[in-house]
């Protein structure tokens, strides 16, 4: 069974700037089953990347995502005020425990 | 637009069983694609719990192997979850979503399922 493991647990970074995450899987991967969620409070997580690095339909291109094999990423390049929110990456039946993005 | 509307008691008492009910509109499950249970304890992460086809073909997370039954109702569009000898460390928000093979692209509102006696 594939493990995710993301890093770091918590991301401390003010608006404006430049946040990297990281999933990283257990043994090697399809990036075609790799996706990451956004989750605001009090909702159901979005769809923001699928496919390791295709954005989903309404997302600002300042999020991107790359990787391959077992080391996958999430940017967002200059924080909004909105981003401070967790993050989530997902493969198959399987997702990371997630990366709280705060101020 | 497709939308899912999951339904079920927001309490549960400890050893019973919770049912959960999620109803698709926009979108006949008959046509295809997964459908999925995922459960997030407050505070915490998301768990994946099932997965069925609209061929009534089922995959079942390992750790809740034991106690979990789900299934569809292409009559009604519907597909639902049950999940037997609940306890305490079942308390989670349910959510019912729409899982394209790759990624999820349609979410439920979640469920608050409590169990307490």
């Known amino acids: 069974e594939i493990v995710l493991t993301q890093s770091p647990g918590t991301l401390s970074l003010s608006p404006g700037e430049r946040a990297t995450l990281s999933c990283r899987a257990s043994q090697s991967v399809s990036s075609s089953h790799l996706a990451w969620y956004q989750q605001r409070p009090g909702q159901a997580p979005r769809l923001i990347i699928y496919g390791a690095s295709s954005r989903a339909t309404g997302i600002p291109d300042r999020f991107s995502g790359g990787g391959s094999g077992t080391d996958f990423t ?7 005020p909105e981003d401070f929110v967790v993050y989530y990456c997902q493969h198959d039946a399987t997702f990371g425990q ?4 705060e101020i | 637009q497709v939308q899912l509307q999951g339904s079920g008691p927001g309490v549960v008492k400890p050893s019973e069983t919770l049912s959960l009910t999620c109803t698709v509109t926009g979108y006949s499950i008959s046509r295809g694609s997964y459908w999925a249970w995922i459960r997030q304890p407050p505070g915490k992460g998301l768990e994946w719990i099932a997965t069925i086809e609209h061929s009534g073909r089922t995959y079942y997370t ?15 569009n519907q597909f639902s979850l049950n999940l037997s000898s609940m306890t305490a460390a079942d308390t989670a928000v349910y959510y019912c979503v729409r899982y394209s093979g790759y990624y999820i692209d349609y979410w439920g509102q979640g469920t608050l399922v409590t169990v307490s006696s």
């Open chain 1, 74 to 80: 999430l940017t967002i390049s200059r924080l909004e």
């Open chain 1, 98 to 101: 997630g990366t709280k993005v």
């Open chain 2, 62 to 76: 390992s750790s809740l192997k034991s106690r979990v039954t789900m299934s569809v109702d292409t009559s009604k």
